[in-house]
């Protein structure tokens, strides 16, 4: 089992930054293939970000390429999203995932993940 907690969402003004962090308790973290998710009101669960095991390996959302960072501790069991260049249209609940599928692909799809946080809440302002 692994239990996921995000933090560091907030308001911020458009063009500005923020750091997601989603801290795993559980042995196997290092293990697990993590992603970021976001779902807007009214709208379906989409894909972010995804890191493999190691960190080495990351895929993107085609329109957070440049603008967001997903990068991890296996150390202090933690994955984090570095967002910068906020746009309105990013204001969403941001989730944290995990999936023990491995990565001979990337894990884009939400149905990939086993292992969902509570989510947290970006609000980006005009």
């Known amino acids: 089992q692994v239990q996921l907690v995000e933090s560091g969402g907030g308001l911020v003004q458009a063009g500005g930054s923020l750091r997601l962090s989603c801290a795993a308790s559980?042995?196997?973290?290092?293990?697990?293939?993590m992603g970021w998710f976001r779902q807007a009101p009214g709208k379906e669960r989409e894909f972010v970000a995804a890191i493999n095991w190691s960190g080495g390996t990351t895929s993107y959302a085609n329109s957070m390429k440049g603008r967001f960072t997903i990068s991890r501790d296996n150390a202090k069991n933690t994955v984090y999203l570095q967002m910068n260049s906020l746009k309105p249209e990013d204001t969403a609940v941001y989730y944290c995932a995990g999936s023990s599928r491995g990565w001979p692909v990337p894990r884009v799809s939400r149905y990939e993940y086993d292992y969902w946080g509570q989510g947290t809440q970006v609000t980006v302002s005009s």
């Open positions: 559980g042995r196997t973290f290092s293990s697990y293939v």
